[in-house]
């Protein structure tokens, strides 16, 4: 049956508009097949500013196919106030924690934030590690722009070190304005495969406590099918909603579940079931007990204890991990990947975290938004929102959201 979201507008329409406000070269391509999530657009090209009718027809494209991938926007001549650009227009870009030296010390005690040293950024650890092959892309020292990658501490002399893939998550679900949009430009994707897998590495599980010791063995199965090449791993949260039963989709759009940062905080309520305004396509919202294991507080569903919670909502997630469900996207350099925190979960995958050579090396520039989508540059977000649900407070510097 053809996705939900399309019943919205149909596939063809989408390429028609497409083609008029970008050109005839411009295409749409199933990421995995007619009947899935996720699309590849081809003949777009993100270094130029958008008009907003372009603009408002982006997010409808992420409306209607939750994920939504670039090919081709340059690995020589991209920059990423490109994509910090872009990604004002889906929301507000918020700064990453890890950009700051003292951002503990700011929550705690509010002193004015410093950002990281230039020798200590994420961007001049990945320039050490292989100094003649690869330098990060202009702008990776932008407060917005997390870093992804294998680089830091990696060096031709170093031994490689393997993780293990995360939780099944959303982006900064646990805020009261939850975090909407994520997108990754690829500057490097991991070359390299074994002679005997053919993989980029094997499979590395998990150590015992990282998920709850009394996780069915299918759930158990679900969260552990992992890509091995260095993918995004993705799970669609619009058609497993759209799949249930009407009677437990009823009983789930009255739902409510309490986030919270740590257990002692009294949290909030805010539905299970996210309604696209512009859609009005309903999704499971990061249906997900434990998403960050130990280090966020574990969701506790309304009028349920803690142990009902999560058996509650570990069925959800093993709904949602169905194979039928998944999609793993293999990166590609000069890809720009825009995906809804609302309709999708997702998980890093396995990898080598330390590499000895750069045709191992990941390296991906992740900006994240929330708030309303804006047709035109710069946003006018007022000042008491920013400071509410900007954490730190920021906002894109004009002359990037007016580039050429």
């Known amino acids: 049956m053809p996705h939900p979201a399309l019943a919205k507008r149909s596939a063809a329409e989408l390429e028609q508009t497409l083609q008029q406000l970008f050109g005839s070269q411009a295409r749409i391509e199933a990421l995995a097949g007619p009947d899935f999530m996720g699309r590849r657009i081809h003949g777009v090209d993100l270094q130029k500013t958008l008009s907003a009718p372009q603009a408002q027809f982006m997010v409808t494209l992420l409306d209607h196919f939750s994920i939504i991938s670039f090919p081709d926007q340059g690995t020589d001549t991209f920059r990423l106030s490109n994509l910090e650009r872009l990604a004002n227009h889906f929301g507000a870009p918020i700064p990453h924690p890890t950009n700051y030296s003292n951002y503990l010390e700011h929550k705690k005690t509010g002193v004015p934030l410093e ?90 599980p998990p150590g015992e406590g990282f998920y709850h010791r009394e996780s069915s063995a299918v759930l158990t199965e679900r969260r552990l099918a992992m890509p091995l090449n260095g993918e995004t791993a993705y799970a669609d949260t619009v058609r497993a909603f759209a799949d249930l039963p009407a009677q437990q989709q009823a009983e789930l759009e009255r739902t409510m579940v309490r986030r919270r940062v740590r257990k002692t905080d009294a949290g909030w309520l805010v539905p299970l079931i996210y309604v696209n305004p512009r859609t009005g396509t309903k999704s499971l919202h990061s249906p997900i007990w434990a998403s960050r294991g130990k280090n966020i507080a574990p969701v506790e569903v309304d009028g349920m204890n803690d142990r009902d919670s999560r058996l509650f909502l570990d069925e959800l997630e093993a709904h949602v991990l169905q194979p039928k469900y998944r999609y793993d996207h293999a990166h590609r350099a000069g890809d720009v990947t825009i995906w809804s925190n609302f309709s999708t979960l997702h998980n890093a995958p396995p990898s080598k975290s330390v590499i000895s050579s750069p045709d191992d090396a990941r390296l991906m520039y992740r900006i994240s938004s929330k708030g309303e989508p804006c047709d035109s540059l710069p946003r006018q977000d007022s000042d008491a929102w920013i400071e509410a649900n900007i954490n730190p407070a920021y906002r894109t510097p004009y002359s990037q959201v007016a580039g050429s």
């Open 115 to 204: 950002l990281q040293p230039l020798e200590r950024q994420a961007a001049s650890l990945c320039d050490q590690a292989f100094p003649n092959d690869i330098k990060c892309v202009d702008g990776a020292h932008s407060p917005a722009v997390l870093v992804v990658s294998n680089l830091p501490g990696s060096g031709p002399n170093q031994q490689e070190q393997f993780n293990c893939s995360l939780h099944w998550h959303t982006d900064i679900e646990f805020e009261p304005e939850p975090l909407s949009t994520s997108m990754f430009y690829v500057q490097r994707a991991p070359l390299t495969r074994r002679s005997d897998t053919g993989n980029w590495i094997k499979d590395v």
